[in-house]
């Protein structure tokens, strides 16, 4: 079995558990499958809403997840739209938890404020630490036009006059990918007020697209400048 084939298998498995999760979801109408700081603070009447909003998410997350590596035979833009409708499924499923739950994250009981100290805290680290893990690298790869931290697959077909702008395509999607992820995490787990602020949930939104963006940009000059995705 080649990288490519362990690849598209890989995602299609994940996708069809994810995908499974959200069928589940959509069809009991049971949110509980979801950790339960989603839907402490969801009336018993908003539940089933709940789940089949947020099962509808996960299901087109789960279909995204299985197209974001095409075998061979697939075309390769096959995986732009796993990547687009992969965040549209991750951003129905938050938002649908936002919504009727106030917030990503509500946290009850008398230990509320520590709880919420803990999370501002958890969700700083967590942004500091995807950022460290994107942005350096991706202008590291800007500055440099070495575009050699991607897999050797991804650089097989590439003219070697292209490199340099391999490099600042993967680099510049890398660091708006990491500012959209890190921003998400950020917004979702640092504010405390409940119901979630209509400029936070905007944000929120803009930062998952920025996501999909930077993923778009990413994978998109590796198969402009290889070929395919995986040569």
């Not at 075998?71 to 096959?78: E, K, L, N, S, V």
């Not at 938002?95 to 946290?107: E, K, P």
């Not at 050797?152 to 600042?168: I, R």
Request: aromatic residues 6%; glycine residues 16%.
């Amino acid at each position: 079995m080649d990288e490519q084939m362990g690849g598209f298998i890989t995602c299609m498995l994940c996708g069809l558990i994810v995908g499974a999760t959200g069928v589940y979801m959509l069809v009991s109408g049971n949110p509980r499958i979801l950790h339960g700081y989603h839907y402490v603070s969801v009336p018993p009447s908003k539940m089933v809403p709940l789940a089949r909003w947020s099962g509808a998410g996960l299901l087109v997350a789960g279909v995204g997840c299985a197209l974001l590596m095409p075998t061979a035979r697939m075309p390769d833009w096959m995986s732009v739209i796993g990547i687009a409708l992969l965040i549209a499924g991750i951003g129905i499923s938050l938002g649908a938890i936002v919504h009727f739950n106030g917030s990503l994250v509500t946290m009850g009981g008398s230990t509320q404020g520590t709880s919420r100290a803990f999370m501002i805290g958890l969700g700083a680290l967590a942004a500091v630490v995807v950022c460290a893990a994107t942005v350096v690298p991706g202008a590291l790869m800007i500055a440099s036009g070495d575009p050699s931290m991607l897999h050797g697959y991804h650089l097989v077909n590439v003219d070697p006059d292209d490199l340099p702008a391999l490099a600042a395509w993967v680099g510049a999607g890398t660091i708006v990918f990491g500012v959209g992820l890190a921003s998400s995490i950020g917004l979702a787990m640092c504010c405390t007020r409940r119901p979630m602020p209509r400029i936070v949930k905007i944000l929120l939104v803009a930062a998952l697209v920025l996501c999909g963006i930077g993923l778009v940009v990413m994978l998109g000059g590796i198969i402009h400048f290889n070929g395919s995705l995986m040569g």
